[in-house]
């Protein structure tokens, strides 16, 4: 099958939202359906996109929205709305915080809309269905469990390229823990299938938080992060925090910055 390519529009949104759909349009190119940033105004030496592009994604509560707000859509391109006072003719409208699994679902929805408007696929997508991979039912309530995934960081930014991440790998459902008491309600009342933890965090007790969560979650993957675990951190002190680490239960101790290559590694696991 021949790859297929959707260029998208994007106005408005935050540095850490630009950092998670460039996450999304990059993580896409290894699919059947690759998506890239359109873009009029392209920097010298650099080839300009060609034609329209098939979505414009626009942020709401930016200054730019008023514009894409009162003209009308090219015809073909679909609007994705996120934030408030939706125009009539918005496509999909989105609440924020952002739950990046609908927006590739949204934008795949565009590819399949578009093959239906062209005859060469049967398919109603007008009532979009919530990004999940299968699983098998549990057998003694016969309800699908709930794929769940907790993050313990206080850097806004490492958050959201995990749940960017985790979403891509199906899990939609990711908690955010940026303090020590909201973790441990969450690990009593919550299961999950994997967790990430920041132990260069030293205002929450991360290291006890991985404890509780492997007792709790023995099937889970359980990944740390850390820059003891860097090359420039020095032998003996990556070797102590791997010991440590690997004490604790902990899955694998992953370096900080984080490794795209490192996580994708894993996240294949779940």
């Known amino acids: 099958m021949q790859k297929q390519r959707i260029l998208v529009s994007v106005v408005g949104f935050s540095d850490v939202e630009r950092h998670a759909l460039n996450t999304i349009f990059r993580l896409s190119q290894e699919r059947e ?4 940033p359109w873009a009029p105004l392209t920097p010298p030496g650099t080839k300009a996109p060609t034609g329209m592009a098939q979505v414009a994604l626009v942020d709401g509560e930016s200054a730019e929205a008023v514009l894409a707000h009162a003209k009308e859509m090219p015809a073909g391109q679909r609007l ?5 006072d939706a ?3 918005a496509w999909r409208v989105l609440d924020r915080p952002i739950e990046w699994a609908a927006v590739l679902h949204d934008l795949d929805a565009v590819f399949a809309a578009r093959q239906a408007d062209s005859g060469l696929l049967d398919l109603d997508v007008t009532s979009p269905s919530p990004l999940d991979l299968a699983l098998d039912l549990d057998m003694e309530t016969g309800v699908e469990p709930v794929r769940r995934a907790l993050v313990v960081s206080e850097d806004p930014e490492e958050r959201t390229y995990l749940r960017t991440r985790l979403a891509l790998a199906g899990v939609v459902h990711v908690d955010e823990v940026i303090d020590t008491e909201m973790a441990v309600d969450l690990l009593s009342r919550q299961a999950y299938l994997c967790g990430f933890f920041n132990l260069d965090d030293h205002h929450m007790d991360v290291w006890s938080l991985m404890r509780v969560f492997v007792q ?3 099937q889970a993957l ?3 992060t850390s820059e003891l675990a860097g090359p ?3 032998w003996w002190r990556r070797r102590r925090v791997r010991r440590d680490a690997h004490r604790v239960g902990v899955t694998a101790l992953l370096e900080r910055p984080l490794q795209p290559r490192q996580i994708s590694e894993w996240l294949e696991l779940i």
């Open 222 to 224: 359980a990944l740390a």
């Open 232 to 234: 420039l951190a020095g």
């Open 33 to 36: 359906v690759a998506y890239a």
């Open 87 to 89: 125009p009539d003719h």
């Open 216 to 218: 709790r979650n023995p």
């Open 80 to 84: 994705i709305w996120v934030g408030p």
